[in-house]
């Protein structure tokens, strides 16, 4: 390769070779990555920067013959980042497709047959812009791609596809060679996932299947409601109550009917003992009315809680209490 208007970029004297490897071996390039691999204009490359340049290139070539890709790929992007030319464009396209980094190796490729071109250069530029079209070419057949389907989901739900955590644009993707991890998720529906291998120029389909996401029963997380249990402690203090009071009416009825004719005529010392009979008879038949209020209370909230009134609706259509007084009788009637 050779710079405008200077030497060969390369070196021939062993002293400055030897000087680049032991620069390269103390770790003077550091961490150079693609994405700072800014093109300077090489214009304004200095001779001290194309001179070091051309010490990572020598370097860099040595480490590829000796398939040393990484070491390689590093001394070729510090002599890109210095110059900025189509050779050492092409040169790190070689590396990294050397690593088996193909889809990068092409992208450095493209970039590098599209550095402009520059007034009086020498055939070594157009050389090399050529050669890494026809790099950028050969590596379009080998770069793997991944075309993905996803089953489940409704027609328009909005579907987040991703290979290595990296969101494509579309149900497909370019990728290097090797494994994988396709990914999908969308709302409503469990997200999936696959670990895939694929080899160089293949096209490989993967199918991820996305079933709907179980919906959580109210049932079993919100418990039974307080009415339940206000209603039913209601309703058996009601009912307990009317019981007792009812109870005691009817002892007290039986015998003021054993001191009363056969006409129903009562001595007038029996008056206490009917008024008391009355009053009881009047609290049992609020109690059990109470009770039964209470009770329908309690099924109320069981049928709030189910949603469904048409399970829990009484088979009577509700509840029907009727109060009894009447001399010689106390009680209730109920229908439930």
């Excluded at 075309?147 to 955590?165: M, Q």
Aim: charged residues 20%; contains cysteine; glycine residues 12%.
């Amino acid at each position: 390769m050779a710079s405008e208007g200077g030497p060969p970029l390369s070196l021939r004297k062993p002293a400055a070779r030897y000087f680049f490897a032991i620069a390269w071996g103390l770790g003077v390039v550091i961490g150079l990555s693609e994405a700072a691999m800014a093109q300077p204009a090489p214009d304004q490359a200095s001779e001290a920067d194309k001179e070091k340049a051309r010490g990572f290139m020598d370097v860099g070539v040595e480490r590829e013959e000796a398939k040393d890709y990484a070491a390689a790929l590093k001394a070729f992007q510090a002599a890109h980042a210095l110059v900025g030319l189509p050779m050492t464009g092409y040169a790190v396209a070689r590396a990294q497709a050397g690593l088996g980094l193909l889809v990068e190796a092409k992208e450095s490729a493209m970039r590098a047959k599209s550095i402009p071109v520059r007034p009086n250069e020498t055939p070594a530029y157009a050389k090399a812009r050529s050669e890494a079209a026809a790099l950028a070419e050969k590596l379009d057949a080998r770069i793997p791609l991944i075309k993905v389907k996803v089953s489940g989901p409704s027609a328009g739900a909005e579907i987040a596809i991703a290979i290595d955590g990296k969101a494509l644009s579309s149900a497909e993707g370019r990728v290097n060679p090797g494994k994988h991890v396709v990914s999908a998720e969308a709302a409503g529906y469990e997200p999936a996932s696959a670990e895939v291998d694929v080899a160089e120029g293949q096209t490989l389909p993967v199918t991820l299947s996305m079933p709907p996401m179980p919906v959580a029963s109210n049932s079993k997380s919100a418990g039974l409601s307080p009415l339940v249990f206000v209603g039913f402690g209601l309703g058996a203090a009601g009912i307990i109550t009317g019981a007792v009071t009812g109870a005691l009416s009817l002892g007290k009825t039986s015998s003021i009917r054993d001191q009363c004719d056969e006409n129903g005529f009562c001595p007038s010392t029996t008056a206490g003992d009917i008024s008391s009979a009355t009053t009881l008879a009047n609290v049992s038949n609020i109690s059990f009315a109470v009770g039964a209020a209470g009770a329908a209370l309690g099924v109320v909230g069981i049928f709030v809680l189910s949603g469904s009134s048409e399970e829990k609706k009484p088979a009577s259509g509700g509840v029907r209490v009727m109060p009894a007084v009447g001399l010689g009788s106390a009680g209730v009637v109920g229908v439930f």
